[in-house]
């Protein structure tokens, strides 16, 4: 399906339950990008990413975000670990 679409530019969010690495090689062939969601569920994984964060492994960029609509109030800060060799 991912060959079918124009990524060039995007980023393509996926539940990491349903990422392969064919998936993400597809998607940086077609130069676009990819977030990950985790879940607590995937112990190793999300020890490793919370490890990361802690000792600093992370870009000193990031957006805060205010998002109100539907009855809610989000606050979202996203930060980025450029190198995945590290967690």
Do not use: C, W
Request: avoid cysteine.
């Amino acid at each position: 399906m991912l060959d079918a679409l124009f990524i060039e530019g995007a980023v393509v969010t996926i539940d990491v339950m349903s990422m392969q690495k064919e998936i993400a090689q597809k998607i940086i062939a077609g130069k676009g990008d990819y977030l990950l969601a985790i879940k607590e569920n995937l112990e190793y994984l999300d020890g490793d990413i919370k490890e990361a964060f802690k000792e600093g492994k992370v870009d000193d960029a990031y957006v805060p975000e205010l998002e109100i609509g539907h009855g809610l109030i989000e606050h979202r800060t996203t930060k980025v670990i450029p190198d995945l060799d590290l967690i």
